[in-house]
């Protein structure tokens, strides 16, 4: 059983720029979530996407978007990169049903 | 408004002593409490998960406490290695974990020989 992916490992943008990160969930997962690390911080929740539908936003602008694929794998999408935008992006996915959340090893973004 | 709150923010422990965190919610629609262990470079890791129906629960040398009434949970680590240096979150969900997870600030734990 193979657990989640994320891609890539490290990315450096620039202010305004857009990026886009991948996720590839646990084998049989329905549900994925989206975290964003900011160093010396807990996880913050993005959003969740079960069965490709968006499932529930944290407190995150508009810029943030993502997509769930029939495969569910996942994308987070961020446009007009901001500084504080620098962090770790975690993926994260589950069967639902009160099972619990397994992580990916994140995308570390880093905005110049 | 910071929902879990998580103290300390680092802890030094000798090998073969007990590393104790505690953590503190607000929400009382709370109903699902993981423990997550994070290694630098790496994403965090379930460890240890208690839901409100149970006061205590322990997997090997991890326990959790749970207080319902005081809206606060532990994690209490027996025996601590240095291989347990690393990061602890404590979180919480609504829905038994199907909803959004709300992280602590996290603990820096060493264990010294």
């Known amino acids: 059983e193979t657990g989640v992916t994320q891609s890539p490992t490290h990315l450096i943008k620039t202010r305004g720029q857009q990026v886009t990160l991948r996720c590839s969930s646990q084998s049989g997962h329905n549900t994925v979530s989206w975290y964003q690390q900011a160093l010396g911080q807990g996880p913050q929740f993005i959003f969740q996407?079960?069965?490709?539908?968006e499932n529930g936003r944290g407190n995150f602008p508009p810029r943030f978007s993502g997509l769930q694929f029939p495969n569910y794998s996942s994308e987070l999408n961020v446009n007009a990169l901001e500084l504080d935008d620098s962090a770790l992006y975690l993926c994260?996915?589950?069967w639902g049903g009160g099972q619990p959340q397994h992580f990916g090893d994140g995308t570390r973004l880093s905005i110049l | 408004q910071q929902q879990v709150k998580q103290s300390p923010q680092s802890l030094i422990v000798q090998k073969g002593g007990i590393s104790i965190i505690n953590c503190a919610y607000e929400?009382?629609?709370?109903?699902?409490f993981p423990w997550y262990q994070q290694f630098p470079g790496k994403g965090p890791a379930l460890l240890i998960a208690i839901r409100p129906d149970v006061s205590e629960k322990k997997e090997g040398r991890f326990t959790i406490s749970f207080n319902k009434s005081a809206k606060q949970f532990s994690l209490h680590i027996m025996d601590s290695q240095p291989g347990d240096s690393a990061t602890y979150f404590c979180?919480?969900?609504?829905?038994?974990?199907?909803?959004?997870?709300?992280f602590g600030t996290g603990t820096r734990l060493t264990i010294i020989p």
């Open positions: 979180a919480a969900s609504k829905d038994f974990g199907n909803e959004k997870l709300t």
């Open positions: 996407y079960y069965r490709e539908e």
């Open positions: 929400n009382t629609a709370f109903d699902y």
């Open positions: 994260a996915s589950s």
